[in-house]
Each structure stands twice: as structure tokens, then as C-alpha cells.
């Protein structure tokens, strides 16, 4: 028990990756229920027109019922965990109570060549999941890509500032990523998590910001 807390207030002050920013408010972080880790991964897809290259995703969330949010967002940078295909991001660790948790909004911030577009998709997404005592919860990676628009003027496609997050699973390839970098969860099991009620459109731009 001793080594798990230790580990834990490590991973509270280092439990991301290259890059992603990740907040775990005082709220959440300090309750006393039994704790496990929360991991996955966020990126782009690099293929044009549909790059996500230059959006910056946020994802939030939420234990199920609670207001406070767990803050996900990907650095404006090319610095990456992996590069696959035309896939690259970032992984990342975090301690968490114990729980349900929900995946309740996602925002973003691009552009389309001409001025900066920021747009969310709706709120209370209600997009659940369970985190585990003693066990790495894996939610799978989250791929940003831009939504396409036609220039009328030059008929061609161009990346629209706006977006849609891609959800797959690739523990194959992220697994080994989190145990290098976090050694002592290595022996935990390691559970692919469920995402109920997940659809993937529910994570796209639906609202503009002015």
C-alpha cells in the first residue's frame, strides 16, 4: 500500500505525457475513496484535407453526478509518443478515485487558412466509463481530424478549422508506451473500458463560437 501511494503522488504531478495538459481538480484528486489510473491516448490524423494537425482538442471529464471536471488537451505542437500511419500523439496517465465517470463535452480551437474557428460538440454527452481500485482503466485513443470544406473559388478541399474525434482502441501499441514510462503500474492489470453510450458524432463540432 505504501508503494501505491507514492506511486500516486508521483503521477499527480507527472501523470501525462510529452505534452498533453492534463487537470485533475482538488476535488476529485483528494477523496478518499480507493484509487486506479486512467489512461489512454490523444492525437491527430495527419492525411490531408482531413488533418487535425494545428486543432487543439479538449476533451472533459467528470465523475457521474459531479460538476467538477478532469480537463484532457492536446499541446499545440508536433512532439509525439507515436507516429502510425497517419496517425501521431500522445499518451497519458492519471490516478483517479474509483468510479463512473463520464466523458461530458469536447471543444476545439483551429483554423481554416484564414482565421482562427473555435467549436464544441454539446454538452452532457453522456459518454460513461468505470475506473477501477488498483487497475489501469484504458479508454482507448481519441483522434482528432478536421471536417472538409469546398473552396468554390479554387474547387478544392481544405481543412475547415472544424472537427470530429475518432475512437478506436490500439493497446498494442499503447500499452507498452504507458509501462515504459510509468514502470511501477506495470504489473497492474490493465482493463479496456467500455465506452457506453458512445457515437461517434457525438464528439464533433455542433455549436460555433463567436
Known amino acids: 500500500?505504501?508503494?501505491?501511494?507514492?506511486?500516486?503522488?508521483?503521477?499527480?504531478?507527472?501523470?501525462c505525457s510529452s505534452g498533453i495538459n492534463l487537470t485533475v481538480p482538488d476535488s476529485i484528486a483528494n477523496t478518499t475513496a480507493a484509487k486506479g489510473y486512467l489512461a489512454g491516448s490523444l492525437g491527430v490524423t495527419t492525411e490531408w484535407p482531413s488533418t487535425g494537425e494545428g486543432i487543439i482538442t479538449t476533451l472533459f471529464i467528470r465523475p457521474d453526478g459531479q460538476s467538477d471536471q478532469i480537463?484532457?488537451?492536446?499541446?499545440?505542437?508536433?512532439?509525439?509518443?507515436?507516429?502510425?500511419?497517419?496517425d501521431r500523439g500522445q499518451i497519458f496517465v492519471t490516478a483517479l478515485p474509483e468510479g463512473r465517470y463520464e466523458i461530458n463535452q469536447v471543444i476545439f480551437r483551429g483554423t481554416n487558412g484564414r482565421k482562427t474557428v473555435r467549436s464544441k460538440s454539446n454538452n452532457n454527452l453522456g459518454i460513461f466509463?468505470?475506473?477501477?481500485?488498483?487497475?489501469?482503466?484504458?479508454?482507448?485513443?481519441?483522434?482528432?481530424?478536421?471536417?472538409?470544406?469546398n473552396s468554390q473559388l479554387w474547387n478544392t478541399l481544405y481543412p475547415s478549422g472544424l472537427a470530429i474525434v475518432h475512437h478506436s482502441y490500439a493497446a498494442e501499441r499503447d500499452q507498452p508506451l504507458i509501462t515504459e514510462r510509468f514502470p511501477a503500474i506495470a504489473t497492474l492489470t490493465f482493463d479496456e473500458a467500455n465506452l457506453e453510450g458512445y457515437e461517434e458524432n457525438k464528439l464533433a463540432s455542433k455549436v460555433i463560437e463567436k
Open 129 to 149: 466509463f468505470n475506473v477501477s481500485a488498483d487497475k489501469v482503466t484504458y479508454i482507448g485513443q481519441f483522434i482528432t481530424s478536421s471536417l472538409v470544406a
Open 71 to 86: 480537463v484532457l488537451s492536446t499541446p499545440n505542437t508536433k512532439k509525439s509518443d507515436f507516429h502510425s500511419g497517419t
Open 1 to 15: 500500500m505504501k508503494r501505491f501511494t507514492v506511486l500516486m503522488c508521483c503521477l499527480y504531478i507527472w501523470g
